[in-house]
């Protein structure tokens, strides 16, 4: 019964304010803030006082991105810790029984997925997708040493972190990183990532700048894509003020670059299906839109608040996932609609899941572990792993995790994206077990034309005044690397010879160099292009 | 068209946060919670005299060990890094002074950028220090003995060639913008003989860059011949000039330089009733600077809600009014290499370094799509700043005074926040927005049922999360 279980660990629920404040104290990221905004990716780069976006067409600067693929990602984010066992249901588990008394989903309410597994009937929505191949779910999902916390668990996951380490870039973020090497320099004319909602936007953050365009609302995005602009110049008058205030709105809808592609693929893009009428179902329409109006973005964040169910959980968690499955189910029509659904993966996620028991509340508090579901044509319907043992539990009565996220994403980045393995192992970290057959595999670009030069560098951790940086070429050739500072000056010339293809290394120390504190970049030269990074010297 | 009647308060044009920080923005360089605070508590006016004197009566700035280095002193140092440590102590000591004060800086910002001299021309610590006092000395000064003092400073003695000009080899640089920047305006009541005549009279001023030294008159270069100036024939000399120019020519003088006042502290475009009115003042109190910067900000004028708001901040208004504004001024705020110094210069704002005799041009020259795209980048760089470990309990303390009693409304927070910062309320749809910046990733329910408040350990996060928000908008680029 579950009362065996109450009280084993405190701080998971929220009638504990004092204990659930502590659970909040775990949180300690963003010593500098990671950014969010509008603007994240607004940053203007200059060469010699030029700003560089304005040559962005041309030939010179095109081809700094790797992109191949015409796959797109879509990340559907369950804020507040989604109830796995009330989603994906082990439907001749009596434990599972036992322990929910009020709150299991009766057999009676439930569609079959396979002989042992169901889903609530409010997610009907999903069997055709299921049916048609078009789904798959992943049990048990979770990480080692599991924090509660709602703050540092939803970081956890953004960056692929291990549970005590603290990452300031998210795992999308590295990705673009390095698919984008040179996004400081030379900045494209798309969002290579674009999230609704201002939240998580650690998933994004780069090494040095936020790659993502994120947009607060549905709402804000339609005036944006409407009429392609960000600030309103109709409203305002003639007074001394309102004129000011009407020059910077200009120079700031000008200097959003990004509005001329929103707005001709906003346009382009035909929502051929009824969206239900609510905010993740407007997300998505805006999403698929953007995707057949090709707008090119390679990752989309939407998000479905309000599954922090502590307390009559079957009042809302039902409602929650109805939602989510029509607004899934009403996206993959619209995107199959052009033929384009083999084309977008779909996968939800959540910091964490639920207490497998309930609380006093009829609600279930924070947990660890639960499932992932992937959607998209394709797939092929399947369910990789096992439903969590709710008898063999940890010490805090919460299961083992059967499948680490972070295996899951390198899937994810290898299989779906294309990446290299060392570049995955780069993004996620060593020792990912890819699973396979997850998703239908795209061959790495590596070796390709696109894929040419990685470049990064980092503070010897013997040393602080060395500075190491490292970049491999996948062509050998001239390579030429150089400082500038932060007006786009060259300042300082590093290397300027042929190199062999293969990893390099170049360690400087910076005071011989009178590389003082302050705000660089480097450039590394290579087959042509350029990459470029951001410096900072403390 | 307006006069200069006093702002008086009613209950249809309160004295009000709004009012109080469009004045502590224009005067200063924004103003901290505790003197917005103690304004609202004051009567405007009384509020208004007192702080501008209270400038006026601050001692000069303690004069540093190398206040009169010359080169041969720095030669005997032996240490090549020396002058460049000194001068960066100078840019440290001014932006300390912004970020805690900022209300004479700003002023000194004023005449710096109107008596404009470039320390990459004259190149020397002991100039550079005599400049940076006298414009302190006469922020609030008399404008006829600031001129007068101007002309045999040493730094612009470099700068515009005076030390160049004596008798028989003239040099018209200084003599010509005398006239047309600093005293009259172009065009405005001299010709090209006057040019000429002025600048054989202030023939014999004598200094070098090279070697630093003292300023002395030399009355052996000094053309010691009869002038004919604005019609007047003598053998005028420094002094006669300068008498002339204010007797002569006092009707330009006074309304170039109302004006430009005008121009720089209320808005871009004058109002020539008001600017008339002030400058028949300033010729009144005998070119005294007080009495008619007093007149400008307890005007009703002043506070018309369409010029709140209406001038574009320069960069560096835009950042120490950033951090001013948040009330934290921990020492770790000034960065030798950081955004202030070195944001603003980035932005085309070095101080001590104009880009022309004429200065900057300021208000939308100050942006464009690079510049503003690069402002938010500093912005956000000071906000995590503000909200480091070391910070981040003044920035949650910030936002519980100004939202006080409703610590867990995201709504009201918000309000309180962005009058705090932007300095007015945002239109309906950028506040909705703002919310959420605020709420970031908190989930919804948190709001709902009221548990969530600003003692969560989340909320600085929070604020600075809504704070990258406001300072991208473009009403954060106003003052």
Known sequence: MSHKYHNKRKGRTIENTEAHAIDHKTWNRRDFLQSTGLFAAGLAATVNGVPLYAMGTSEHFSPLSAFETDRTLVLIQLRGGNDGLNTVIDRFNSEYYNIRPTLAIAESNLWALDQKTGMSNQTIDLKPLWEEDKMKIIHNVGYPHPNYSHFRSSDIWATASDTDEYKKDGWIGRFIDYEMPAFGEAQPTIPPALQIGVQTDLVFQGQNTNLALAISSPNEFYKLAVSGQLYDLTS????????????????ANSAFRYSQSISNAYNKGRNEVNYPDTNLAQQLAIVAKLIKGRLGTKVFMVYIDGFDTHANQNNNHPILLQRLSSAISAFYSDLAKLGMDDKVLGMTFSEFGRTIYENGSAGTDHGTSAPIMLFG???????????????????YGDPHFETDFRDVYATVLQSWLGMPSEVSDFIIGKDRTPIEGLVPVQNPTVGSEAFEALLGHKISAED????????????????ILEILDKSGQVIRSLINEFKTYGSHMLEIHLKKYQLHPGHYQYRLKTGGK?????LVVR | MAGLQPFQPSASNPWNKQKVIHFLRRLGLGGSPTQIKQALESEPLYFID????????????????????????????????LKFDHRDELYDSIFTDMINDGLRTKLFLFWHNHFVTELNVYDCNKYLWSYYTLLNKYCLGNFKQFVTDMGKNPAMLVYLNGNLNEVGKPNENYARELMELFTMGENNGYTQADVVEVARALTGWRCSQYSCNDVSFNSGKFDNKNKTIFGKTGNWGYNEVHNLIFTERKNQVAYFICNKLYTNFVYHTPDTEFVTELANLFIQSNWELLPVLKAIFKSDHF???????????????????????????QPNLIDRYGTFRYGSSNLGMELFNPINVAGWPGHFDWINENTLTQRWDYCKTIIGTLSNEKNRESLRQLAIDLSSPNFNNPDLITKALTLHFIGRELDTELHESAVLYLKGDIPQNYFDDGTWNLSWNEAPFQIANLLVYLVKLPEFQLS
């Open chain 1, 236 to 251: 305002l008058n003639q007074t001394p003020a309102d004129r000011s205030l009407a020059y910077v709105r200009q120079v």
């Open chain 1, 377 to 395: 044509k394709g797939l092929s319907k399947g369910i990789i792993g096992n439903p969590p043992d709710l008898i063999n539990t940890d010490q």
């Open chain 1, 464 to 479: 602080k005044d060395v500075l190491q940086i490292h970049y491999s070429i996948l062509q050998e050739g001239p390579v």
């Open chain 1, 530 to 534: 350029i990459y470029q990074r951001d």
């Open chain 2, 50 to 81: 007192s702080t501008i004197n209270n400038i006026k009566s601050r001692p000069l700035p303690a004069s540093p060990v190398w206040a009169n280095y010359t080169t041969a002193d720095y030669d005997a140092l032996n240490n090549d890094d």
């Open chain 2, 303 to 329: 506070f018309e809600n369409e010029f709140i708001g209406s001038i574009v901040k320069s960069p560096i208004e835009c950042f120490i009014d950033l951090a001013r504004m948040s009330g934290i001024s």
